[in-house]
Nanobody, 115 residues
Framework: QVQLVESGGGSVQPGGSLTVSCVAS????????MSWYRQAPGKQRELVAL????????RYTDSVKGRFTISRDNDKNTVYLQMDSLKPEDTAVYYC????????WGQGTQVTVSS
């Protein structure tokens, strides 16, 4: 059974930093690219960042380039999203998934950026 468990969200002021994590189980983690998505209230879920199976190639949506960094630890079946220079528009529930949404979504982790 595939499980995706996100954690590390919280409330932070604009300009602050936060790192969210996702522990995956039930599939061959080191064989898949991993992605982070987010969904803000009233909006569709959007792809934020993607990392290949070995952690060498990454891609980001334009709005987070230069501020967010995706990484992974295949020994720990974990993917991370480091978020710097956070803006109020980054407020959303953040989810991880294999590839571009291969499996059922986890519960996500809430990130709130507000002064």
């Amino acid at each position: 059974q595939v499980q995706l468990v996100e954690s590390g969200g919280g409330s932070v002021q604009p300009g602050g930093s936060l790192t969210v994590s996702c522990v995956a189980s039930g599939f061959m983690f080191n064989m898949y690219a991993m992605s982070w998505y987010r969904q803000a209230p009233g909006k569709q879920r959007e792809l934020v960042a993607l990392i290949d199976s070995v952690g060498k190639n990454t891609r980001y949506t334009d709005s987070v380039k230069g501020r967010f960094t995706i990484s992974r630890d295949n020994d720990k079946n974990t993917v991370y999203l480091q978020m710097d220079s956070l803006k109020p528009e980054d407020t959303a529930v953040y989810y991880c998934n294999a590839d571009r949404g291969l499996y059922a979504w986890g519960q996500g982790t809430q990130v709130t950026v507000s002064s």
